[in-house]
């Protein structure tokens, strides 16, 4: 009988964390209040690219 509950339990939290719209927000924006205007263009650019492409970078991949 334990086991039965506790195997129930487990699906109903298992279900309960499957949420088909999860609460997220998806909108970027700079960090920076003061970012130059060529930060500025540069960040929009990558969004703009980034709605039909794929964007891949990294930082001192040497170090």
């Known amino acids: 009988m334990f086991l039965r509950s506790l195997t129930i339990l487990g699906l109903l939290m298992l279900l309960h964390g499957?949420?088909?719209?999860?609460?997220?927000?998806?909108?970027?924006?700079?960090?920076?209040?003061q970012a130059s205007s060529m930060a500025t263009a540069l960040?929009?650019?990558?969004?703009?690219?980034?709605?039909?492409?794929v964007l891949v970078g990294h930082h001192d991949a040497l170090a």
Not at 18 to 33: I, K, Q
Not at 43 to 53: G, I, P, R, V
């Open 43 to 53: 960040f929009n650019n990558l969004q703009t690219l980034s709605a039909e492409h």
């Open 18 to 33: 499957c949420d088909p719209t999860p609460d997220t927000n998806t909108t970027f924006g700079l960090s920076d209040t």
